[in-house]
């Protein structure tokens, strides 16, 4: 079946750093991939994502790249700042399905 | 603006008592979607409907039902039946033929 995996957190980092929270899948057919993020009290909204393998998503200075040989979809930030800190969820979607396949979620804590 | 709107934003159930929780989309969105989370995990998928009158079990049904009178509504009931409702609810929709989900602000509900 279908699946995601991703890093547990919470993940807690100082301002500035490097941001790298983990993401694996495992789907049948060609999955679309996603990166939402969960402010606090808040719905999900969708960050990026990438349609086919080698695709790389990008925003708000965020990136993450479709890797079919690994089946990965690690999400990356160069530099984190305090309005960063939310909820990361890594998803995947089935062409032609009607559900999206949602991981645990990843909290994300980022300190001045 | 179009968007989702979820209402109340806080509801409060008595034992024995039903709900509804409301969720309105003026996105002219095919497909919408209902999912549970609980403190610290993921999403579950309770309901969701691909068109106007039909609608599907999700993973966690029991407990819970809806409706889809209209391309806009999508209420969730939470019945009695549910024997621990305390959770966040979020409602989504998605256009037909694209994957990227769009999310209501939620409704936290608690039992009294």
């Known amino acids: 079946g279908n699946s995601v995996t991703q890093m547990e957190g919470p993940v807690t980092l100082s301002e500035e750093a490097f941001l790298t929270i983990n993401c694996t899948y495992t789907?049948?057919?060609?999955?679309?991939l996603f990166w939402y993020v969960q402010y606090p009290g808040e719905g999900l909204q969708l960050l990026l994502k990438a349609t086919k393998a080698d695709d790389k998503g990008s925003n708000k200075g965020f990136e993450a790249t479709y890797r079919k040989e690994t089946t990965s979809f690690h999400l990356e930030k160069g530099s984190v700042q305090v309005s960063d800190s939310a909820v990361y969820f890594c998803?995947?979607?089935?062409?032609?399905?009607?559900?999206?396949?949602f991981g645990a979620g990843t909290r994300l804590f980022v300190k001045a | 603006d179009g968007g989702i709107t979820q209402s109340p934003k806080y509801l409060f159930r008595k034992e024995g008592q039903n709900v509804t929780l409301s969720c309105e989309q003026n996105?002219?969105?095919?497909?919408m979607y209902w999912y549970r989370q609980d403190p610290g995990q993921g999403l579950r998928l309770i309901y969701y409907s691909q068109i106007v009158n039909d609608f599907q079990k999700g993973d966690i049904a029991e407990g819970y039902s809806v409706s889809r009178e209209k391309k806009e509504s999508f209420p969730l009931t939470v019945t009695s039946a549910q024997k621990n409702p305390t959770a966040f609810y979020l409602c989504?929709?998605?256009?037909?033929?694209?994957?990227?989900?769009?999310f209501g602000p939620g409704t936290r509900l608690l039992v009294l």
């Open positions: 998803a995947l979607s089935v062409t032609g399905g009607f559900k999206t396949i």
């Open positions: 789907a049948t057919g060609y999955p679309s």
């Open positions: 989504a929709s998605r256009r037909g033929g694209e994957e990227t989900q769009y």
């Open positions: 996105l002219n969105h095919d497909a």
